[in-house]
């Protein structure tokens, strides 16, 4: 049973598209900083950064801050190397996260420590959250540099609490929203928000576009947890039910557990064990989702952070920029991958 989104706008399907189409050309320079940047003598580390960075990603926060900067009439470069920075913070959470979890799908493609092992993935990872400071003090701005490594750090503390609270299904939906808060929406919100710092916009424009951007990062991973019962390998580019089988306490499973009957609560804590979460339990997992409405209600709750991140754009003038940027919300509710 797959379940189905209803964007903000249902008269029509949202598209990354105009977001893209509007920042192709800063994207390329932010592409051959990348590029330049992850090369190292040490030929494992552009080897394995490249594995990842080539594969397939939307590279939606660096378009973020382009995309903010657009909307801000910013005529300037430093955000290319800015938004470059932003996707090796993202990158080398990535590497990390793989290893943590024992990941063998990334966006449809062994991930690096499947083919080159835990130890290179951790050491490649750290690499590139070194290359992403090197940028930052290269822009020269502290304001900028206090924004990112602060964000690099909460990202961190997200990660360890998302680990600690594994498994535990008494978490409650508050906990769960500050962890997907600090792992997730932390960089989203970072992204948006430097964009204004390098245009020299008023605090007050600074705080919009840092809300919208963390509203927007807690309703992609909102989605992110839904479509992990109801989604496909192809589709999602990694297996169904991962987060199920690694014993991850989404919000959907927090709201089944606390809406279930004791007999329910006993299911969920056996299979949230690891001791049964084979394809049997999955299944009966998913179908105890949609009995309790927890996947529709996770969307719901997606759509309504949604909503605060399009309203968070009001403050700015109307635009072709923030038109593609009210859109981008849209599709990261409406969208199946």
Same mark, same amino acid.
């Given at each position: 049973?797959? $379940?189905?989104v209803?964007?903000?706008?249902?008269?029509?399907?949202? &598209?990354?598209?105009?977001?893209? &189409?509007?920042?192709?050309?800063?994207?390329?320079?932010?592409?051959?900083?990348?590029?330049?940047?992850?090369?190292?003598?040490?030929?494992?580390?552009?080897?394995?950064?490249?594995?990842?960075?080539?594969?397939?990603?939307?590279?939606?926060?660096?378009?973020? @801050?382009?995309?903010?900067?657009?909307?801000?009439?910013?005529?300037?470069?430093?955000?290319?190397?800015?938004?470059?920075?932003?996707?090796?913070?993202?990158?080398?959470?990535?590497?990390?996260d793989?290893?943590?979890?024992?990941?063998?799908?990334?966006?449809?493609?062994?991930?690096?420590? @499947?083919?080159?092992?835990?130890?290179?993935?951790?050491?490649?990872g750290?690499?590139?959250?070194?290359?992403?400071?090197?940028?930052?003090?290269?822009?020269?701005?502290?304001?900028?540099?206090?924004?990112?490594?602060?964000?690099?750090?909460v990202i961190?503390?997200?990660?360890? %609490?998302?680990?600690?609270?594994?498994?535990?299904?008494?978490?409650?939906?508050?906990?769960?929203?500050?962890?997907?808060? =600090?792992?997730?929406?932390?960089?989203?919100?970072?992204?948006?928000?430097?964009?204004?710092?390098?245009?020299?916009?008023?605090?007050?424009? !600074? %705080? %919009?576009?840092?809300?919208?951007?963390?509203?927007?990062?807690? $309703?992609?991973?909102?989605?992110?947890?839904?479509?992990?019962?109801?989604?496909?390998?192809?589709?999602?580019?990694k297996?169904?039910?991962?987060?199920?089988?690694?014993?991850?306490?989404?919000?959907?499973?927090?709201?089944?557990?606390?809406?279930?009957? !004791?007999?329910?609560?006993?299911?969920?804590?056996?299979?949230?064990?690891?001791?049964?979460?084979?394809?049997?339990?999955?299944?009966?997992?998913?179908?105890?989702?949609?009995?309790?409405?927890?996947?529709?209600? @996770?969307?719901?709750?997606?759509?309504?952070?949604?909503?605060?991140?399009?309203?968070?754009?009001?403050?700015?003038?109307? &635009?072709?920029?923030? =038109?593609?940027? =009210?859109?981008?919300?849209?599709?990261?509710?409406?969208?199946?991958?």
């Amino acid at each position: 049973m797959t $379940a189905t989104v209803v964007p903000l706008r249902p008269d029509r399907v949202p &598209s990354l598209k105009p977001l893209m &189409s509007l920042v192709a050309a800063g994207m390329n320079d932010v592409n051959r900083v990348i590029l330049d940047r992850m090369q190292s003598p040490v030929a494992l580390i552009p080897e394995l950064a490249g594995h990842l960075i080539a594969g397939g990603g939307k590279r939606l926060r660096p378009m973020l @801050t382009l995309g903010c900067a657009a909307a801000l009439d910013y005529a300037g470069t430093r955000h290319h190397k800015l938004a470059a920075c932003v996707e090796f913070i993202h990158t080398a959470t990535l590497l990390h996260d793989d290893v943590v979890d024992g990941s063998d799908l990334r966006r449809g493609r062994a991930t690096a420590n @499947t083919i080159w092992g835990n130890a290179p993935s951790v050491l490649v990872g750290d690499f590139l959250f070194s290359r992403s400071f090197e940028l930052m003090v290269e822009d020269g701005s502290l304001r900028v540099l206090k924004i990112l490594s602060h964000a690099s750090a909460v990202i961190a503390e997200g990660e360890v %609490a998302q680990l600690t609270a594994q498994r535990m299904v008494e978490t409650t939906e508050d906990r769960y929203l500050e962890i997907i808060s =600090a792992k997730t929406a932390a960089l989203f919100a970072a992204a948006c928000q430097i964009a204004a710092v390098v245009a020299e916009r008023e605090a007050r424009v !600074e %705080a %919009a576009l840092e809300a919208y951007g963390r509203n927007l990062g807690i $309703a992609f991973q909102l989605v992110d947890d839904a479509i992990d019962y109801v989604s496909d390998a192809a589709t999602m580019g990694k297996d169904t039910g991962d987060d199920f089988r690694d014993g991850k306490v989404t919000l959907p499973v927090i709201l089944a557990y606390a809406r279930g009957d !004791e007999a329910a609560r006993r299911f969920w804590r056996h299979a949230m064990s690891g001791r049964a979460n084979g394809e049997a339990e999955l299944a009966e997992a998913t179908a105890r989702l949609h009995a309790t409405g927890a996947i529709g209600d @996770t969307h719901a709750r997606a759509r309504l952070y949604g909503s605060r991140a399009v309203d968070a754009l009001a403050l700015l003038p109307p &635009s072709a920029a923030k =038109a593609a940027l =009210a859109e981008t919300v849209e599709f990261a509710i409406a969208r199946a991958y």
